[in-house]
T-cell receptor
Framework: AQKITQTQPGMFVQEKEAVTLDCTYDTSDQSYGLFWYKQPSSGEMIFLIYQGSYDEQNATEGRYSLNFQKARKSANLVISASQLGDSAMYFCAMREDYTGGFKTIFGAGTRLFVKA | EAEVAQSPRYKITEKSQAVAFWCDPISGHATLYWYRQILGQGPELLVQFQDESVVDDSQLPKDRFSAERLKGVDSTLKIQPAELGDSAMYLC??????????????FGPGTRLTVL
């Protein structure tokens, strides 16, 4: 079973509008972390935002916010006021406990296209 | 600004040849990760080091892949012999520690391997 599911292979958004990238996860752990990374065409992965499973408030970092719905096991990324430079792949990831430590598992990603 | 360094950025090789990738993590980062990212997928962890010790290599194809971090600083990932299915991006990442659900990993630019 997929641990991290990103159902949108590609998304289009008009410049200056907001966009939501979906992410659902599967875990039986009580303590886990959720991350979003951005991967431009150059290849490097850039950390965007983190949400802990015990955090009661949704995480925000500048134009990025994470819509965390624990009961539904979803952690959607919201990008406000999209910019052309936001065009990239976006990966949702989860860190969960396993025997011996924590492990990070990535979803398959969503490619975002920002239109001028 | 401190960065994770990787070399080479691109590598083209023929199947059955040996290839090696190098990674220099951010100074002071005890944890180092090697990921493989197949086109269209998210990164998958191959091996994780804590200082010079391997803490997770469960997804490393040990019949052909090897990794070392002899002095707990830089690391080398080797493939011998390379197969067509090894064509992928190989990403190195580092973090300060790996003891809880919050763990910001800093990624290098990756090595894109093409096996002909």
């Amino acid at each position: 079973a997929q641990k991290i599911t990103q159902t949108q292979p590609g998304m289009f958004v008009q410049e200056k509008e907001a966009v939501t990238l979906d992410c659902t996860y599967d875990t039986s752990d009580q303590s886990y972390g959720l991350f979003w990374y951005k991967q431009p065409s150059s290849g490097e992965m850039i950390f965007l935002i983190y949400q802990g499973s015990y955090d009661e408030q949704n995480a925000t970092e500048g134009r990025y916010s994470l819509n965390f719905q624990k009961a539904r096991k979803s952690a959607n990324l919201v990008i406000s006021a999209s910019q052309l430079g936001d065009s990239a792949m976006y990966f949702c990831a989860m860190r969960e406990d396993y025997t011996g430590g924590f492990k990070t598992i990535f979803g398959a990603g969503t490619r975002l296209f920002v239109k001028a | 600004e401190a960065e994770v360094a990787q070399s080479p950025r691109y590598k083209i090789t023929e199947k059955s040849q040996a290839v090696a990738f190098w990674c220099d993590p951010i100074s002071g980062h005890a944890t180092l990760y090697w990921y493989r990212q197949i086109l269209g997928q998210g990164p998958e962890l191959l091996v994780q080091f804590q200082d010079e010790s391997v803490v997770d290599d469960s997804q490393l194809p040990k019949d052909r892949f090897s990794a070392e971090r002899l002095k707990g600083v830089d690391s080398t990932l080797k493939i011998q012999p390379a197969e067509l299915g090894d064509s992928a991006m190989y990403l190195c990442a580092s973090s300060l520690a790996d003891f809880n659900s919050y763990n910001e990993q800093f990624f290098g630019p990756g090595t894109r391997l093409t096996v002909l």
